[in-house]
């Protein structure tokens, strides 16, 4: 098991990178981007920001797909 506790957010409206750490116990629908200033919330059949814009998703996720992450 390989999980990731901080992913970097890419924001989607001015596409600043920012390091952002996992919460273990919950999901993370909104943030406001340290840059612009705007609210970023997740696409449409995403659970959290991390499963929309960041390099690792939410932990839920990362857990579900572990078996199957080497095919990634
Ligand atoms: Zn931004």
Redesign the pocket.
Known sequence: MNIVLESTIK?P????EEKIKIPEDKCIRTII?N????A?TPKEGDCCVFCSYAEVPCLAIQQEKDDSKLFL
């Open positions: 924001c409206f001015c596409q600043f981007c840059n612009c200033k705007r970023i």
